[in-house]
């Protein structure tokens, strides 16, 4: 047994993205990406029907909005577009309740893989969908905006886990 205390595990929950949510998911965006997502983009994710969540902490001065995630879904496949914790609650297991959340929903709606790009610079968000399972499927050259031109996107993906339906 130890003697270091053990962080609490924060009390999450999750729901749909509102009008209202976006300025305060933009900040978030700002605060932990160099090259972030504009209002707007978000706002098209929200109106494009994508699957999109904002994650809440309960905390005593009441729920705090920690982190989200868009996943558009096609056919039997789901790709994780945008996934994000406030760098304030970073180092807390946060991203990893909202990429299982993300992993289940994408289930629930009976896809079969999920796909997502991430920067090869990224250590800490390669480490979490590496524990998660998920392989490189590619390189795609280019992706992404970097201070000097472009960085390269890994491709990775994960087989999701089948839920089984009852037959109608």
Known sequence: ?????????????????????IEAVAAIEKRAYEF?????????????GYRFWCCWQATPEGDQLVGYAIIMLAVD??????????????????????LAYAIDDAARKEC???FLEVRPSNAVARTLYATAGFTQHGIRKGYYPARN????ALFLGVELPWIERPRP
């Open 1 to 21: 047994m130890s003697a270091l205390p053990r962080p609490e595990v924060p009390v999450l929950s999750f729901r749909r993205v509102r009008e209202n949510d």
């Open 77 to 98: 496949e789901a790709h994780l577009l945008n996934l994000a914790v406030d760098p304030r609650f970073q180092g807390r297991g946060i991203g990893r309740r909202i």
């Open 112 to 114: 079969r893989m999920l």
């Open 149 to 152: 031109g472009r960085e390269d």
């Open 36 to 48: 972030p997502w504009t209002a707007g983009n978000f706002r098209d994710a929200m109106l494009s």
